[in-house]
Protein backbone atom coordinates (compact mmCIF):
# COMPACT_ATOMS: atom_id res chain seq x y z
CA UNK A 1 0.00 0.00 0.00
CA UNK A 2 1.44 3.42 -0.51
CA UNK A 3 1.47 6.33 1.29
CA UNK A 4 -0.03 9.66 0.80
CA UNK A 5 3.66 11.31 1.29
CA UNK A 6 4.84 9.13 -1.67
CA UNK A 7 2.02 10.08 -3.98
CA UNK A 8 1.08 12.63 -6.96
CA UNK A 9 -2.60 13.46 -6.77
CA UNK A 10 -3.90 13.36 -10.67
CA UNK A 11 -7.26 14.06 -11.82
CA UNK A 12 -8.80 11.96 -13.66
CA UNK A 13 -12.05 12.44 -16.57
CA UNK A 14 -12.34 8.91 -17.06
CA UNK A 15 -11.12 5.64 -16.53
CA UNK A 16 -11.13 4.54 -19.82
CA UNK A 17 -9.59 0.79 -19.49
CA UNK A 18 -8.97 -1.81 -17.18
CA UNK A 19 -6.65 -4.50 -17.29
CA UNK A 20 -5.08 -6.93 -14.89
CA UNK A 21 -1.91 -5.02 -14.16
CA UNK A 22 -2.59 -1.58 -15.26
CA UNK A 23 -5.22 1.28 -16.02
CA UNK A 24 -6.01 3.69 -18.88
CA UNK A 25 -6.49 7.11 -17.37
CA UNK A 26 -7.88 9.90 -19.22
CA UNK A 27 -6.45 13.18 -17.69
CA UNK A 28 -8.07 16.36 -17.50
CA UNK A 29 -7.01 18.23 -20.71
CA UNK A 30 -7.94 14.87 -22.78
CA UNK A 31 -4.10 12.95 -22.43
CA UNK A 32 -4.64 9.18 -21.91
CA UNK A 33 -1.73 7.24 -19.52
CA UNK A 34 -1.15 3.88 -18.86
CA UNK A 35 -0.69 3.64 -15.49
CA UNK A 36 0.72 0.05 -13.84
CA UNK A 37 -1.81 -1.13 -11.02
CA UNK A 38 2.30 -1.23 -9.10
CA UNK A 39 2.13 2.48 -8.90
CA UNK A 40 -1.22 3.20 -7.90
CA UNK A 41 -2.54 3.63 -4.17
CA UNK A 42 -5.87 1.79 -3.78
CA UNK A 43 -5.84 0.44 -7.61
CA UNK A 44 -8.98 -1.74 -6.70
CA UNK A 45 -10.84 1.43 -5.65
CA UNK A 46 -10.72 2.15 -9.65
CA UNK A 47 -12.69 0.06 -12.32
CA UNK A 48 -13.07 0.83 -16.25
CA UNK A 49 -15.67 3.72 -16.34
CA UNK A 50 -15.27 5.67 -13.46
CA UNK A 51 -15.43 9.34 -13.90
CA UNK A 52 -14.34 12.71 -12.21
CA UNK A 53 -11.74 10.59 -9.73
CA UNK A 54 -8.48 11.73 -8.54
CA UNK A 55 -6.14 8.81 -8.34
CA UNK A 56 -2.87 8.92 -6.29
CA UNK A 57 0.18 7.21 -8.02
CA UNK A 58 3.63 6.73 -6.87
CA UNK A 59 5.72 9.74 -7.42
CA UNK A 60 8.56 8.16 -8.81
CA UNK A 61 6.54 6.59 -11.38
CA UNK A 62 4.60 10.16 -11.84
CA UNK A 63 7.96 12.02 -11.91
CA UNK A 64 9.79 9.16 -15.07
CA UNK A 65 6.77 10.30 -16.86
CA UNK A 66 6.09 14.20 -16.71
CA UNK A 67 3.33 14.09 -14.72
CA UNK A 68 5.09 14.78 -11.03
Given at each position: R????????????????ETDKA????LEGGEEVWVPKSAVADAGDYAEG?????VSVAAWWAEREGLG
Open positions: LTMPGCVHLDVDLVVRLLLRDADAT
